[in-house]
């Protein structure tokens, strides 16, 4: 058994001046080469009237136009098929195509070259690391391997940790408890939707008590907020009698952080791949105090092929105030991602965060995990329904439920709702990204 306590000793306890450096080089080279390379890049700082030698410092790194989401779907709109003209390597270098879900519009599409995808596997080998997983672990992989970028790097990083890793592709929910069952697999990776809805359906389908029958000792959860909920967490963890861990990663600049071992209450920035710059929302104005919330910005310090440089990731995060006793010196953003700048909506002029609803729902033990909020107008006042699912034979405490429900919720998020309780498994069920938030209020504007 490989008993080091890191990946890479050296980088995960640099001390955070020298980390800087390493940033402020590499950020330097993946901005001459962007800016060399890919005429999208050139084009954007040539009108913003940067010049390849015009970063010397750290600060200077401000003066970079940012990038967003919406200027990479105008670019693969033009030619050359498929990525436009933001690709900085010749096509022939490219040996991936994937694209993202499309959950806030048109999906986008993402080119990796050889390179890139091994400092892709490479990011999710200190995450996994750092979660313990070693040569010894046989881990089970339960995600439709397709064109989404999902649980691929994780995959490869479990091989080169040198894990037994066994792909769960086309089998279905109930075969895939079964398989890792008959394994004898101690490790897995999937959405927080997913890994409460596996030890559903075990116990539902399968009369398998997941947390008695299986072997499973951790869990990396990614794709949704639920691993940085704390009730959400503890419900995955007691429904498997397994650690979970976060990570969150995007298609568009790949894995940049994650929670360890210690589970401090927030995530880790892989520092060596990724420069996170945060920002006021309303001045934009750089942030780097602990506890105040701010936009992420992010570099890919490493990424060729499409080249992320200063995105705005509309991520809403915080520094932590704290140091995490895994004794890695990557800085820590408290609590993962809070939510999205377009998220985070106004509901009767409140600041509203789907995940403290989620966070209050699943802290209630005579509640199911399914709830759904719907955000509609009623008149001129915007009105907020809760559906939430009883669990089987509770059902005289539903007074006291939802007493507690209204309660907690204007505790928690200052508002009212109103509340229906639906009996057990009648609200939908998700295989991997849950929709359970819908704005009605949007449509039509
Ligand atoms: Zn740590």
Redesign the pocket.
Known sequence: MDERKYWNPILETLPLEKMQKLQLMKFKKIFEFAYENSPFYKRLYKDAGIEVGDIKTFEDIRKIPKVEKGMLREVQQREPFPYGDMLAVPIEEVSTFRQTSGTTGTPVYQAETWQDWECYTECWSYILY?QGYRNTDRVFIPFGYNIFIAFWGGHYAAEKIGCEVVPGGVLDTAARVLKMQELRCNAFMATPTYVLGMAETARTKLGIDVAKELQIEKITVAGEPGGNIPTTKRRMEEAWGAKVYDHIGATEWGAWSF????Q?GGL?IIEPFYLIELEDTETGEPITEPGKEGKMIITALEQQAKPCIRFDSKDIVRWADYQ?????T?R?IDGGVIGRADDITKVKGVLLAPTAIEDVVRSIPDLGNEYEVVVSKRGDLDDILLKVEMLEGKESAEDAVLARLKDQLRLKTNLGYRIEIHPYSSLPRYDVKAKRFKDLRKKGK
Do not use: A, V
Not at 259 to 262: A, F, G, M, S, V
Not at 324 to 328: A, E, L, N
């Open positions: 750092s929670e360890c071992i210690e401090p880790h995490c006793d895994c004794g890695r990557f820590i």
